[in-house]
C-alpha cells in the first residue's frame, strides 16, 4: 500500500517512473565501462559481457512476467472484494448503472488499481533485495583488484 500513499496523483507516478529511467540509464553504461575497465581483452571480458546480457535479459523478461503476473492477480482480488462491498452500500441507481456497465465507480475502482500496483511493487521491491544478496555472496574481491586499487601493485610488480 505504499504506493498508494506516496503517489497521490499520475504525475507523481510519472515522475517516478522517469527517475527510474534515469537510473537506468546511469547504470548501463557504468556496468559497460566497469567491465571494459576491470577486465583485459579477451575470453575473460567476452565472458563479462556475456554474463552481463544474459542477466539483463533474464530479469528483464522474467520480472516483467512475474510483475504483471503479481499485478493481475493482486487487482483480481482486490477487484472481486470491492465490488462486494460496493453492492453492499450502493443506492439502488448505483447497483443498476453497475449492472448496466459492469463498471465500478471511481472510489472502489481507485482501491483495486491501487492494490495491484502496491503489491506488485512490493513483489519488486524483494525481486531487487533477493538480487542485491546474491550479489553479495556471489561477487569475490581478488587480492589483484585490492592491490591495484591501493597502488601496491606497481610496487610489487607485475601482476600475473
Known sequence: MAVRRFAQEPWQLLAARALQGVGGAIASPTSLALITTRFP?????NRAFGVLNATQQVGGSLGLSILVTVFGTASRTEGEKQVADFLATATPEQQAEFLRTKEVPAPWS??????????????????VAVALLAAVLV??????????????????GPVA
Open 41 to 45: 581483452e579477451g575470453p575473460e571480458r
Open 139 to 156: 561477487i569475490r574481491v581478488r587480492r589483484s583488484d585490492l592491490e591495484a586499487l591501493s597502488g601496491t601493485a606497481e610496487a610489487a
Open 110 to 127: 481507485h482501491e483495486v488499481l491501487s492494490s495491484g500496483i502496491a503489491t506488485a511493487f512490493t513483489a519488486g521491491v524483494a525481486m
